[in-house]
T-cell receptor, first 114, second 115 residues
Framework: AQSVTQLDSQVPVFEEAPVELRCNYS??????LFWYVQYPNQGLQLLLK??????LVESINGFEAEFNKSQTSFHLRKPSVHISDTAEYFC????????????FGDGTTLTVKP | NAGVMQNPRHLVRRRGQEARLRCSPM?????VYWYRQLPEEGLKFMVY????????ESGMPKERFSAEFPKEGPSILRIQQVVRGDSAAYFC?????????????FGPGTRLTVL
């Protein structure tokens, strides 16, 4: 079984400031790791994912996340946020050995203020 | 290339009625997942289906809920005798079924309100 903990439910920041959204997971097996973004009244969109290889993964819109196996973390960062980054962000894991379901954290609401 | 389609987007039911939620996966995807999102919470896995097969239904409530993905047509999540606690957003995702690394593409969700 897996579980995902997103340590902050709300993160308010000012435009152009850096941000970090924290995610820790626990699992008895190896997992894949994902970050999704959800804009109001929409479905989830994949932001980035870690499957293997380099522990630092990047998205096309400036976000990056680093897999830290020893700390079982997959924190999401962006050096300079925009108003348009305001959304809810979900961290998720899926079992490497068992196709199918993902386990999601409860989400972090990022609010970027002008 | 159409994404995952869900309908209706909003559904209002009275207690005791039935709710039917539909999901059409992306073209070429044969695997469908259903998740439920309660207010202020993350998504909770309900069921994972392949065409004509239920692969994993470990997240489905034991009673009143059922899901199918027939050979032809959309996947259906059916909730019988709805109660107020069923009010939530229900999301469907689809994938090509390559295992845990496979990207799941999400639909816009159906928001169920039970009066």
């Amino acid at each position: 079984a897996q579980s995902v903990t997103q340590l902050d439910s709300q993160v308010p920041v000012f435009e152009e400031a850096p941000v970090e959204l924290r995610c820790n997971y626990s699992s008895s097996v190896s997992v894949y790791l994902f970050w999704y973004v959800q804009y109001p009244n929409q479905g989830l969109q994949l932001l980035l994912k870690y499957l293997s290889g380099s522990t630092l993964v990047e998205s096309i819109n400036g976000f990056e996340a680093e897999f830290n196996k020893s700390q079982t973390s997959f924190h999401l960062r962006k050096p300079s946020v925009h108003i348009s980054d305001t959304a809810e962000y979900f961290c998720a894991v899926s079992d490497r050995t068992n196709a199918g379901k993902s386990t999601f954290g409860d989400g972090t609401t990022l609010t970027v203020k002008p | 290339n159409a994404g995952v389609m869900q309908n209706p987007r909003h559904l209002v039911r009275r207690r005791g009625q039935e709710a039917r939620l539909r999901c059409s996966p992306m073209k070429g995807h044969s695997h469908v997942y259903w998740y439920r999102q309660l207010p202020e919470e993350g998504l909770k896995f309900m069921v994972y289906l392949q065409k004509e097969n239920i692969i994993d239904e470990s997240g489905m409530p034991k009673e009143r809920f059922s899901a199918e993905f027939p050979k032809e047509g959309p996947s259906i999540l059916r909730i019988q005798q709805v109660v107020r606690g069923d009010s939530a957003a229900y999301f469907c995702a689809s994938s090509t079924g390559q295992g845990g690394a496979d990207t799941q593409y999400f639909g816009p969700g159906t928001r169920l309100t039970v009066l």
